[in-house]
């Protein structure tokens, strides 16, 4: 693991030379391929989790200065998470907002697009949330992207650094850039997974309305509805019964 992290550091950092990208290449260039690189690789990655996980990964790669990473996330039910973080400290400084409730990342989510303090050891907008991080994770600077889409909002990017002055305003152009393209990779990701998990859900519905069918000799529409009701009666999600049905051979009855 710490083999390919040093990997993806290496790539990403690495300074396009003339001979690959023509006479004259400029950081500009060299910063426009990093970002495109990155968007190919989270776009490759097979699963939302995967996407997430290398999303932290490229920011520590990427961003100079940058020691770690971490994603929250608003989940269905309004809590916030952090299902993806490249260190310990990452994830610790995020949980630690949540239970004070106050930090950058939550303004992130919830106020701004983008949020940087230099010195957490004087910062005064998240005083008890500033001191604890910084007296016992020796977090520095901190700077937090607001992972968005047109259509919706999913969170917020943390970078976390142990020095002060760490993500300088030059930093923030192509750390929004590749906070955008994360957000779509994580937005198609999604969209991905749950349309494959509509898809499983709907074979397996199938498989048990063809055992039931079989069985009873129901008609396709006679074995949804016995399965429908029995799942109301029952207060267990019709795929849950389903799935049973099917590994078990036996249909439970209300």
């Not at 949540?98 to 949020?115: F, K, S």
């Amino acid at each position: 693991m710490t083999q390919d992290v040093q990997q993806t550091k290496d790539d990403a950092l690495a300074v396009p030379t003339s001979a690959e990208y023509g006479t004259g290449a400029t950081p500009a260039t060299a910063i426009e391929s990093s970002i495109a690189s990155a968007a190919r690789t989270l776009a490759e990655e097979p699963s939302l989790q995967e996407t997430l996980d290398r999303t932290v990964e490229l920011a520590v790669a990427m961003v100079e200065g940058c020691d770690a990473a971490g994603i929250s996330l608003v989940t269905r039910k309004g809590s916030i998470e952090t299902p993806a973080a490249s260190h310990d400290l990452a994830r610790r400084g995020d949980e630690l907002q949540y239970a004070l409730n106050e930090g950058p990342c939550l303004d992130a989510i919830r106020e701004t697009d983008l949020v940087r303090t230099n010195d957490l050891a004087s910062e005064p907008r998240w005083q008890r949330w500033a001191d604890q991080v910084h007296q016992d994770l020796g977090v520095r600077s901190m700077l937090c992207v607001q992972l968005f889409t047109s259509e919706t909002s999913h969170g917020a990017l943390n970078l976390y650094s142990r020095s002060v002055g760490a993500f300088p305003a030059t930093a923030l152009s192509i750390v929004s850039t590749f906070a955008a393209v994360a957000a779509a990779a994580l937005t198609a990701a999604r969209t991905e997974e749950q349309l494959t998990s509509a898809v499983q859900t709907r074979t397996v519905i199938g498989q048990a309305q063809g055992i039931l069918m079989e069985r009873y000799q129901l008609s396709a529409q006679r074995a949804f509805s016995v399965l429908s009701r029995v799942s109301q009666d029952t207060n267990v999600k019709l795929s849950d019964l389903a799935r049973e049905v099917v590994e078990t051979r036996r249909f439970p009855t209300a």
